[in-house]
C-alpha cells in the first residue's frame, strides 16, 4: 500500500504540472485510499473481539489476533473474516448518504477503496486463485455465493 501511495505522489506531482490537476486534492484522494485499509482491517478487528477474541496487531492488510488464532477465530466465527466487508460498506453508504462528504477528497478515497475492495474480491474469488477474505469464509462452510451477492 506505501508503494502504491508513492507511486500515485508521483504520477499526481507530474499529472499536475501538465494537465493541470490540483495535487492537493490528489494527496487527500490518496490518503483516503490509505484510511479505507484501515477501516477494512478494523472491521476485522472490531468483530474479532466481538466474539471474545485477541486482536494482537492491526496492519495494512491483515490482523493479527489471537483466541486459537486469527484462522481459527475465522472458522469459528465466519463474520469476523467479513468484518472487513461490513466495516468497508458501512463507511461507503455513510459517505453516500452525507451531501456534505459528497465534495471531499478524502472521503471520496475511502468510499472508492471500500467499493474497490468489495468487487475486486469477489471477482478474484470467482476468476483466480488468489485467496483473499471469501476462501476463508467459504474454509468455515459459509456460502460464499450469499456473501458475493451482499
Known sequence: ??????????????LSQVMAFDLDKMAMFGLGLAGGVY?????????????????????WAYTKGSKQGVNDIFKEYPVTDLGGYLSQSL?????LNNKDLHH?????GMMYFGIYVNLSNVAKYYFTNEVNDLDYYRSAGENVNVASAV
Open 91 to 95: 463507511m461507503t453508504e455513510y459517505i
Open 104 to 108: 471531499n477528497d478524502f472521503a471520496l
Open 1 to 14: 500500500m506505501k508503494r502504491i501511495l508513492v507511486v500515485t505522489i508521483i504520477i499526481a506531482s507530474f
Open 39 to 59: 477501516v477494512h482491517e478494523l472491521g476485522h478487528a472490531a468483530t474479532i473481539l466481538a466474539v471474545g477474541g485477541q486482536v494482537d496487531e492491526i496492519g
